[in-house]
């Protein structure tokens, strides 16, 4: 009975999915705890850390009451699980016109843009670097690429990306800088291609090792003796059957991705979470500073998700 | 396996031997002197009001190299041993730590760091190391684990067990030996990770508070790339060397675990 075995598959899937999401939601509750207590719990008064050393017993008592930090402990958690849910964390400490959410999500757009443009960057890049390090179009040349990736590899993007900076928006003026808000797609461009440059080198490695592993598999000899051409060989053959463990570095580089995102903002000023984390942090914005930190973890979660999604549909074998 | 540790050595040389012939301490304010170019006072230079760039470089330079080689200790002598317990218990408790791991690994240790360190008023590079401790040991301990689920089915276990031993001594005295080759493979990058983790968070203004790290240099050279592009390079020169030499220096124990695979059992 085919339907069966069809209503099964649906509900396994379903399943699936709802322990996934499940998972996901548990992981940003995780955070949100670790971000609640941590500045609740650790030592110093959360009115001073706003204020300064110096405020008036009488100011203090004032912010205390607007946090809401007079009541107890388990009713303040309780209030903050509340206001996640609700989408609403009551206004910022340093402008009180604006919601705090309302800020996050406003910062939220700029950085998703930047590192889902990276994405793609650098999986363009470093597929095309692996293809290339492992098929016959570059002749013996092709051992170049492989050398230059693993240099690429140990240059951190942390000094490299100051420089580049320095040389090819401050010097030349090839592009423009990314934090100007003028610079449109060519800041945003700019600033994500620094974001991919380690990535694109970790998976042409990866690639690389991918593909030459498929290369020894005899469905490949075949295709070749059928008359196909390298590049229907490589390209329609051999690359699909890799790209697991491509989409695998992918979702485990995504947490350095948004680390560098975070230090990308702060070398470009350019609007985004990172920024609104440093600036909440810098006022002591409680609020936006709660707020973006469980965003940014929300956003890295989902992604992750993402990237299992994508998993499971270009390798039928995961899938369980 | 020597000559891995040689760019280590000569990187921490240089930097002592900047230091020593440095005419100021890291800290010292010489506002005149601000930017200023290299001159018999200040052989580098000087940066922001007037600090000694040579001093700082060396100062910040081996205060990261401190910290990484400690933190990345501290996470193989933690992570080590709780792998292989996880590993011999199984059941629930491998699960559990295995789960930790990945969570641990895929996390955004930069923004579980500056969730914590936002709560603190004066960050130190002590508290630093401690929030780069408390996941550095996830790793190690996945190494451990992996390598654990292959040896304890191994004769020597079962004969440790046979002969009474309890399961912390089968841990310390005959696991975690055979052990230390793989699970040290992972020292050089952790080092090298935790290096560019402390640069990167006082680049962008959450690192220690006396001002001395790779990161604040940057930034410095950042604030000054159009007057002065030479701090900029000199920034980013010293944390590509700092971060290359701990890998390189990591590839040692990858070369003696080789070794001890070529040798006849």
């Avoid at chain 1, 095309?128 to 013996?140: D, E, H, K, M, T």
């Avoid at chain 1, 984390?277 to 929300?298: C, F, K, M, T």
């Avoid at chain 2, 990261?64 to 218990?89: D, E, K, Q, R, Y």
């Avoid at chain 2, 360190?117 to 301990?141: D, K, Y």
Wanted: aromatic share 4%; net charge positive.
């Amino acid at each position: 009975m085919p339907g069966t075995t069809e209503i099964g598959g649906l509900l396994g899937a379903l399943r699936a999915i709802v322990a996934r999401a499940l998972e996901a939601s548990l992981v940003v509750l995780a955070v949100a705890t670790a971000v609640f207590f941590a500045l609740r719990l650790l030592p110093g008064d959360p009115a001073a850390l706003v204020l300064g050393d110096h405020a008036s017993e009488a100011d203090r008592a004032r912010v205390r009451a607007s946090l809401g930090l007079d009541a107890p402990l388990g009713l303040q958690y309780l209030r903050f699980l509340g206001g996640l849910a609700s989408l609403d964390l009551g206004p910022s400490l340093r402008r009180p016109a604006l919601s705090a959410l309302g800020m996050v999500g406003r910062a939220l757009g700029p950085t998703s843009a930047l590192a889902g443009l990276a994405v793609l960057l650098a999986a363009g890049i470093g597929i095309g670097a692996a293809l290339q390090s492992v098929g016959p179009w570059l002749g013996a040349r092709r051992v170049w690429v492989s050398r230059a990736t693993e240099l690429v590899a140990a240059v951190p993007l942390l000094a490299v990306a100051p420089v580049l900076t320095y040389l090819l928006a401050a010097r030349a003026r090839l592009v423009p800088l990314p934090g100007d808000p003028d610079s449109g797609v060519a800041g945003l461009a700019f600033a994500s291609a620094l974001l991919a440059v380690p990535l694109a080198a970790q998976l042409a490695r990866v690639g690389r090792a991918a593909l030459e592993d498929t290369a020894r598999l005899p469905f490949l000899t075949v295709a070749a003796a059928k008359g196909g051409t390298p590049a229907r060989v490589w390209l329609l053959h051999a690359l699909p059957v890799s790209l697991g463990p491509l989409v695998v570095v992918i979702a485990t580089q995504l947490g350095a991705l948004l680390g560098g995102a975070v230090v990308l903002e702060r070398l470009f000023e350019r609007a985004g979470l990172g920024t609104l984390i440093l600036e909440a942090y810098a006022s002591r914005d409680l609020p936006v500073l709660e707020g973006a930190i469980v965003a940014s973890g929300a956003l890295f979660v989902a992604s992750q998700m993402l990237a299992a999604a994508a998993h499971a549909a270009v390798d039928p074998r995961v899938r369980s | 396996m020597v000559l891995c540790l040689l760019p280590l050595v000569v990187l921490a040389t240089l930097a002592v031997l900047l230091g020593l012939g440095a005419s100021a301490p890291p800290g010292r304010l010489d506002p005149a002197a601000a930017f200023g170019g290299p001159s018999a006072l200040h052989p580098l230079g000087a940066g922001e009001a007037g600090i000694d760039l040579a001093a700082m470089v060396s100062a910040a330079t081996l205060r990261g190299l401190a910290l990484a080689i400690s933190v990345a200790l501290v996470g193989f002598v933690v992570g080590t041993p709780l792998g292989a317990a996880a590993a011999l218990a199984r059941g629930s408790f491998e699960r559990f730590v295995a789960r930790a791991c990945d969570l641990l690994q895929a996390f955004p240790t930069f923004l579980f760091a500056m969730a914590v360190l936002s709560a603190v008023r004066h960050p130190t590079r002590l508290s630093l190391g401690v929030v780069f401790a408390s996941t550095a040991w996830a790793p190690f301990a996945r190494l451990a684990l992996q390598q654990t689920a292959v040896l304890r089915g191994s004769a020597f276990v079962e004969a440790a067990f046979a002969l009474g031993a309890g399961r912390a001594r089968v841990v310390f005295l005959h696991l975690v030996p055979n052990l230390l080759g793989v699970v040290a493979v992972q020292l050089g990058s952790s080092a090298a990770a935790v290096l560019l983790g402390e640069a990167a968070l006082s680049f962008v203004g959450f690192g220690p508070e006396d001002g001395v790290s790779l990161g604040q240099l940057l930034d410095q050279g950042v604030v000054a790339m159009l007057r002065d592009p030479s701090i900029l390079v000199l920034g980013a020169v010293a944390i590509t060397a700092a971060s290359a030499s701990l890998l390189v220096a990591g590839r040692a124990f990858a070369a003696g675990q080789a070794a001890s695979r070529a040798r006849p059992t």
